[in-house]
């Protein structure tokens, strides 16, 4: 069963991660430049009583968990620290993309490091840059995209999965923790019209890769050999990403997107923007934290 468990409506909800340290739900809403919160087993209502919420500086594109607590965001054009308990920002290196760019999706890999990209803001050129934050020194990964979404990781590491979205493409590659991106990408699924878009991604604990596909109306779990597995219809037009959590890992948590939708598309799904959770027939990896 799909439950809403926050009405929202985000413009653009992404990026949730759940904190195994504290049991906190976070997402965030993109284009609103929003950062939100709540504790998992405190879900009672759905009116918005019962979670916190943070003005951004800048639109924000994902978060990860950093080391000794907050969050670390691709957040406008660069890399930020954030203290949800403080409400304070403060900048690692704010200017490491284009000025015809923003900072998009980004997750940390098995080792602690945070791989992150932009996206471009007409979405019609390859030009959006991607890093990686490793041990407090940020490099650049050879790739460029229209918009970067994803990535995910293979459990053991040694593989990652990413998104060029308007490709419709599912690339991986081999991975290494300490050098990156170690193979040529290739195609792991390629998306048809009906599909929809592949955005935000996650792996579980078999080795399937999970996927939310904007336009698409449904989250898809695909074998590792790219095979689909399962693919769930969400209530929502465009979902944008997923990530597992609660005690067991069990929970799946997904996010949706309500802008640029027209007023017969907003009709069509009146729940665009809102968040859901579901049970998951297998358990997720817990998120590691990000290593200064």
């Not at 920002?89 to 992150?116: H, Q, S």
């Not at 998104?163 to 081999?174: D, G, R, V």
């Not at 809102?274 to 049970?279: G, H, K, R, Y």
Request: aromatic share 10%; charged share 20%; with cysteine.
């Amino acid at each position: 069963m799909i439950q809403k468990i926050w009405e929202g409506p985000a413009l653009l909800g992404e990026s949730p991660l759940w904190d195994h340290r504290t049991g906190f739900l976070y997402w965030v809403d993109i284009e609103n430049s929003k950062l939100y919160w709540q504790k998992v087993d405190g879900w009672q209502k759905v009116d918005g009583s019962d979670y916190s919420s943070m003005d951004l500086p800048a639109p924000v594109g994902s978060i990860a968990l950093w080391h000794d607590g907050g969050l670390i965001a691709a957040m406008g054009q660069g890399l930020f620290l954030i203290a949800p308990d403080l409400g304070t920002v403060t900048p690692i290196a704010p200017e490491l993309a284009d000025d015809n760019c923003l900072m998009n999706d980004g997750k940390a890999d098995r080792a602690g490091n945070f791989i992150f990209g932009a996206k471009h803001l007409r979405e019609c050129a390859p030009v959006a840059g991607s890093w990686r934050y490793q041990s407090g020194q940020i490099s650049p990964m050879e790739q460029k995209f229209i918009v970067f979404n994803g990535p995910a990781f293979s459990p053991a590491g040694d593989r990652i999965y990413f998104a060029n979205s308007p490709t419709q493409q599912i690339m991986t590659a081999s991975y290494s923790p300490t050098e990156g991106i170690t193979s040529q990408p290739e195609v792991f699924v390629q998306l048809t019209g009906k599909d929809g878009y592949p955005d935000g991604m996650t792996v579980d604990s078999e080795g399937y890769l999970w996927n939310a596909q904007w336009d698409g109306w449904a989250i898809t779990r695909y074998r590792p050999d790219g095979i689909i597995d399962q693919k769930i219809d969400m209530p929502v037009q465009r979902p944008t990403s997923l990530c597992f959590g609660g005690e067991d890992l069990k929970t799946l948590f997904v996010t949706s997107a309500s802008t640029r939708l027209s007023p017969k598309e907003l009709a069509e799904n009146p729940d665009a923007g809102a968040l859901f959770q579901l049970d998951a027939p297998v358990a997720g990896l817990p998120e590691k934290t990000i290593i200064q």
